[in-house]
């Protein structure tokens, strides 16, 4: 067994060092960026006894601030440590704001521990963005690892649990997209393992709308979240058609947050070519007149698409194979949203279908049939199991006298 690269009893002495006057050979001080010249007041919290042999190696910035001071003593710039009583230097560091030191200092405890001290994903973040603020060298990188594991770690509990959590790590990832790095090569691998765990911890669009839980944190998805989304092949449907009724959806809770651009984007999400022929004649040409009559801004012009363009899926539907592969070349060259990915997406019902559990409590069935008569039928309400979930059709037990016996059916309607 190779020993290992760094003595361990090293490693935790360093680590304990962070915050401790202990050795301290200097003082950090954290001050409001507009103040950071001045000699007192805006300070951000109390000093932070530093280690220059720690700061030298770990920390290009201030490495470079420590070579200035050997050549020139800051002697302006001394603070008295009230314990020790030893006159020690202080580096002011500038932030943003107050809300950006935790983040700083738990950036420097980096420095000394090699470990992210993050409570959460927003924070983890925040420590990315202190620790390229900073310039301590491998802090960024291990923050996007740690994403990274959370992300897989979260995964992991929601499929061993059956009580998944309110907010799983990948919707609070999204949920701060401001503070997401846009040219770290290395946050790529974070945002490829959370558009995996988005599709995941949505499952399928059945899942998506018709659990409750689950489709109220499909309407409280950014639309770069939906995108990523919709643009996966391993969303699950039963068909194209629940794919743009997930859009609409989304597009009725969120149609303020959208643009022209977006609205373009994500109708270009949906494959166009494995809509069912019933979606396209009753859904997709009156869209279509929608948008073409009413217009782009009006509410239900929220999918931009023409009649033509329409009337080139309801044609393409209707054609033999041989046509449709021109069909599909053509608009794909053409650059035509809704052709660019023509592939179904992955079956989310197995071949026996899906279990939907109902029941109708013994006092309501009982209060039916007891006045029900021959020739009439009673209608009392129904509900899905738990397990079954979803509001978007009630189930009604319709019941019919007839005269020497009762017969029974089940009928699907919207909610009252």
């Not at 603070?79 to 950006?100: D, F, Y």
């Amino acid at each position: 067994m190779a020993p290992p690269a760094v003595n361990r009893l090293v490693v935790e002495a360093l680590s304990r060092l962070f915050g401790s006057e202990e050795g301290a050979d200097l003082n950090i001080q954290f001050c409001l960026e507009e103040d950071a010249a001045a000699s007192g007041g805006a300070d951000l919290g109390p000093p932070l006894p530093a280690h220059s042999f720690v700061l030298r190696i770990a920390c290009e910035r201030f490495r470079a601030q420590l070579d200035r001071w050997d050549e020139a003593p800051p002697a302006s710039k001394r603070a008295k440590s009230s314990e020790e009583g030893a006159s020690r230097p202080l580096l002011r560091v500038p932030l943003g704001s107050e809300a950006e030191l935790p983040a700083a200092r738990l950036a420097i405890r980096f420095a000394y521990t090699g470990q992210v001290h993050a409570s959460g994903v927003r924070e983890a973040l925040e420590v990315l963005w202190a620790g390229e603020y900073l310039a301590i060298e491998g802090c960024a990188a291990a923050c996007s690892q740690w994403l990274t594991d959370r992300l897989a770690a979260t995964g992991a509990e929601e499929s061993g649990s059956s009580a998944a959590p309110a907010e799983p790590a990948v919707l609070r990832l999204y949920a701060c997209e401001d503070l997401w790095p846009s040219e770290d090569p290395r946050f790529a691998a974070v945002l490829a393992a959370a558009k995996a765990q988005l599709v995941w911890h949505f499952g399928s669009t059945i899942a998506a709308l018709n659990t409750p839980s689950l489709r109220q944190q499909l309407e409280a998805l950014g639309p770069k979240r939906l995108e990523a989304l919709l643009e996966s092949d391993d969303l699950g449907t039963d068909s194209e058609d629940s794919v743009l009724t997930l859009l609409a959806t989304w597009m009725r809770a969120n149609r303020a947050r959208t643009d022209a651009a977006t609205r373009k984007r994500l109708r270009g999400l949906v494959r166009l070519p494995q809509l069912s022929p019933q979606a396209v004649s009753c859904l997709l040409l009156l869209l279509a007149a929608d948008y073409e009559t009413k217009g782009p801004q009006h509410p239900a012009g929220w999918f931009p698409i023409s009649s033509t363009e329409a009337a080139i899926v309801s044609s393409y539907l209707a054609s033999s194979e041989a046509c449709r592969q021109r069909t599909r070349e053509a608009q794909a060259a053409a650059g035509a949203p809704g052709w660019h990915n023509t592939t179904p997406r992955k079956q989310c019902v197995p071949a026996e279908g899906l279990p939907f559990p109902w029941s109708i409590s013994k006092e309501a069935l009982t209060a039916a049939l007891e006045v029900l008569q021959p020739g009439q039928a009673a209608l009392p309400c129904a509900a899905f199991s738990a397990a079954a979930g979803g509001d978007v059709l009630a189930p009604w037990a319709e019941y019919m006298h007839e005269g020497s016996a009762v017969s029974g059916t089940l009928t699907l309607l919207p909610p009252p």
